[in-house]
Structures are given as C-alpha cells and as structure tokens.
C-alpha cells in the first residue's frame, strides 16, 4: 500500500500528482502484467539481452548537428 504524506495547505491536485509518481517508481503495473502469464526464464534473458543490445545502439550512434 502506497502511504503518501499530504500537508494541510498543499491542494489534492499536488497529491495525486504525488501518488501517480511513486505508483510508478513502484512498479506495480509492470508486475501485474508480468505475473498475468508465465515466461519461461530463457525468454526473459532473451529479452533483456536485446533490449540492452538496443540501448548500446542508441547511445552508440553519432550525434548529428
């Protein structure tokens, strides 16, 4: 459970503003969905394998200006 602490003066709009982030840094939507199926372990490396590979070739590639 998310406990979010909220001063007197400070508007709902701020705090649900606050919820959202840390719901997020939470990662809870991100487990609910991997736990919806199973993936084998092998599939799970694979994927992180390629999306480091992906990332290297971002950072990798030139700058052009």
């Known amino acids: 459970m998310l406990i979010i602490d909220v001063k007197d003066s400070e508007s709902i709009d701020k705090a649900l503003k606050k919820y ?5 840094k939470s990662q809870v939507l991100k487990q609910l969905r991997a736990r919806k199926h199973f993936t084998k372990k ?20 030139p700058v052009e200006y």
């Open 20 to 24: 959202k982030k840390k719901y997020e």
């Open 42 to 61: 092998s599939v799970e490396r694979r994927a992180t394998v390629l999306k480091a590979a992906y990332r290297q070739q971002i950072l990798n590639k």
